[in-house]
């Protein structure tokens, strides 16, 4: 720990920095015109997280303290000096420039982040944590999806070096119906047979179960999603997982936003410019949340292969000369725009939970419906049961439910 002599702590203003560990913080603080006053270690405890704020107060008022990683190591330190009524700014790694040039420290970074706070380079209010839940849910079903790949992978390539006979039964299934016979068989045979056999049938069983789990995961992730902002979610081409991601990138207070320019370049949807002299141009963004990018993306594709406003849409942009990619860019701006309204205000989503039981009522088959409005029957089901939001097909479903 390293201080220097203060005349009248009580008096002065000062910013704080704090550069976070899994076990262990180091804060630091400066003055108001940016000269270092002291800094320390402390643990990532309860007692730490106290003695730490209490070290800032020591040295005087503070105005701000930047924090590194206030959703992931700093999250505890985050809460707790909010509880107290301490501003807190999210603060980035220092750039690679800046930390070749200085070199690289837990002090160093924390009076790195304190000068973030005094310069307003962080001004960002760190994520609350509201949407933990729908952050652990969403986390652990996409471990079980990428732990079924790995076995389903396992399995492809024990099968290409199995013995003959057991590639000819297996290797010509397709995945589903391959992964129930492999899961069933009993080995038998010669000792190779019964020892790649039991291999398979392991990894066909862990398959199965982590597709149980992650059904699971992904029904408990949507009921999560659907309480917190059942607008998001109701959004055409959104699901629990394109949702719960936007939710995780935007965080439970996405009014830290200010602008909805702000949460595309956060999303990596917004050009970055790229001009010089005479040329005045825009290139692609490579940085912001690439996550939420592929979430974005996901949407895209959805709404062109099934929405007529988007294919519509598509077609003007294609006639007009743009190839695939750029549209999509566009579209993924577009709807960067539409979801951060879905996260920044309330959006009514129109009832349908009287649209089966009216259609049972008066002994209409889906498939009837489905005929009417030249739609496939799959699509009256999922609208049904609150799957796919579609406004204007479910106020005409309504409409001709009642007339009928």
């Not at 006979?165 to 068989?185: P, S």
Request: charged fraction near 25%.
């Amino acid at each position: 720990m390293t201080s220097a002599v203060v005349e009248d702590p009580a008096g002065q203003d000062v910013f704080g920095g704090v550069d976070s560990h899994a076990d262990t913080l180091h804060v630091a603080v400066i003055s108001d015109n940016g000269g270092h006053l002291a800094d320390a270690e402390f643990t990532t405890t309860a007692a730490g997280y106290a003695a730490a704020l209490a070290f800032l107060g020591a040295h005087g008022h503070v105005l701000a303290i930047g924090v590194e990683g206030t959703s992931s190591y700093g999250a505890g330190f985050t809460r707790a000096a909010r509880s107290h009524g301490h501003r807190v700014v999210e603060v980035n790694r220092p750039d690679r420039a800046e930390r070749r040039r200085i070199g690289k420290s837990d002090p160093i970074d924390a009076y790195a982040a304190a000068r973030a706070a005094l310069s307003g380079r962080a001004s960002s209010a760190p994520k609350d944590g509201t949407v933990a839940g729908i952050r652990a849910l969403h986390n652990a079903a996409r471990s079980a999806v990428k732990a079924r790949t790995a076995a389903l992978n396992q399995i492809g390539h024990l099968l290409i070096t199995a013995p003959e006979t057991i590639r000819a039964k297996y290797g010509r299934l397709k995945a589903a119906e391959r992964t129930d016979a492999l899961a069933r068989l009993r080995p038998a045979g010669d000792a190779v047979h019964v020892a790649v056999l039991t291999a398979l049938k392991s990894l066909a069983r862990r398959a199965k179960e982590l597709t149980a789990e992650h059904e699971a995961l992904t029904r408990a992730l949507d009921a999560e999603v659907s309480v917190h902002n059942p607008g998001l979610r109701a959004a055409y081409g959104v699901g629990p997982d394109t949702a719960a991601q936007l939710l995780i990138t935007a965080g439970g207070n996405p009014e830290r936003m200010r602008t909805e320019a702000a949460f595309a370049a956060l999303c990596g949807a917004a050009p970055v410019p790229a001009s010089s002299g005479r040329t005045n141009r825009h290139r692609l963004s490579r940085g912001g949340d690439r996550a939420a990018n592929a979430a974005l993306y996901r949407i895209a594709l959805v709404r062109m292969s099934s929405d007529s406003r988007t294919r519509e849409y598509v077609a003007r942009q294609t006639d007009a000369g743009r190839t695939k990619k750029e549209i999509i860019r566009l579209l993924k701006r577009a709807i960067a725009r539409e979801m951060f309204r879905c996260l920044t205000t309330t959006v009514t989503v129109p009832g349908i939970a009287d649209l089966r039981p009216l259609r049972q009522s008066k002994n209409i088959t889906l498939t009837a419906v489905a005929h009417h409005f030249g739609v496939w029957p799959t699509t009256i089901s999922a609208l049904e049961r609150g799957i796919r939001r579609d406004d204007d097909l479910a106020i005409a479903y309504r409409d001709w439910l009642t007339a009928a």
